[in-house]
């Protein structure tokens, strides 16, 4: 019968390379046995080296991708991925509003992990005010949460309280993603808040190396799916975690610079 095999969409932009947005995001969904869907918003040039171009989708045209899979597709879930300014983030909350596509998962991809700015401020008060709060799970990087809680994040207590504001804006599950660019550091730790209230921290080894691109899209894509099967949001995220930690520690040799994780390192 149709639509019976779950099903899950991504709204994120095509990364050329494979590595990240996207195609990220799809290989995911393939990986965790979900059928991936996707509400393509904008297109990347670009290889291991960076990127070196990029154009953004007419709304229209996202409005259509929308309606066709709202059409087509029984969406049990969902997630965002980078979104370019604040006409596309007010489409796609537009769109998610009038549809019904299930929880969705928000990456909110306003800072890079190093802490560059991705988002401007326009786009940022946008994304704060209209799309956190639509959020079923919102999955910060160290420094997203730390701009979008307004506070400098200096102690385990500071990293809870940072989760604690973001849950106050409307998400509804929290996960803060700890820092990972120290070559010296010995464990990647992240804090998880849930709606109950209970908190949690889950802690891999960290592991130094440059094949570590999509990692944020591919945790968000892996809670989304999970989700998506019936799994319960605590150990959706755990499975999450634990997917990228083996995908970031059997790596792939792709491109000459800074590499994609390896998708099909995790087994059940």
């Known amino acids: 019968m149709a639509n019976e095999f779950p099903q899950v969409m991504t709204i994120a932009g095509s990364d050329s390379d494979g590595s990240a947005g996207m195609q990220a995001d799809l290989y995911t969904f393939f990986a965790r046995k979900v059928h991936g ?3 393509m918003t904008a297109a990347v040039a670009g290889n291991s080296y960076g990127i070196h171009a990029s154009i ?6 996202i409005d ?3 309606a066709d899979l709202a059409d087509d597709y029984k ?6 991925g980078m979104l370019a300014d604040s006409t596309l983030i007010k489409n796609v909350v537009k769109n998610y509003k009038k549809y019904d596509f299930g929880p969705l998962v928000v990456d909110p991809v306003i800072m890079t992990k ?3 700015q991705l988002l401007e ?4 008060a946008t994304l704060r005010e209209e799309l956190v709060p639509l959020a079923t799970v919102i999955t910060p990087n160290f420094f997203e949460a730390e701009k979008l809680a307004e506070m400098k994040i200096t102690s385990d207590a500071d990293m809870e309280a940072a989760a604690r ?5 409307g998400a509804k ?3 803060v993603k700890g820092q990972h660019h120290d070559s010296t550091q010995a464990a990647v730790r992240d804090f998880v808040l849930l709606e109950s209230g209970k908190s949690f921290w889950l802690t891999e080894t960290y592991i130094d190396t440059d094949r570590v691109n999509g990692t944020g899209d591919s945790l968000s894509a892996c809670i989304t799916a999970e989700i998506a099967k019936g799994v319960d949001i605590e150990t959706a995220i755990r499975t999450a975690k634990k997917f990228v930690h083996v995908a970031i520690a059997n790596e792939i040799q792709v491109g000459h610079k800074f590499g994609p994780i390896n998708h099909w390192a995790y087994q059940d």
């Open 56 to 61: 953004a989708l007419p709304t229209d045209f």
């Open 165 to 169: 504001k973001i849950k106050a804006m």
């Open 121 to 124: 401020e326009s786009a940022f």
């Open 64 to 66: 259509q991708e929308f």
């Open 75 to 80: 969406i049990l879930a969902a997630k965002t």
């Open 114 to 116: 190093h802490g560059a």
């Open 173 to 175: 599950n929290v996960v």
């Open 37 to 39: 869907a996707a509400v």
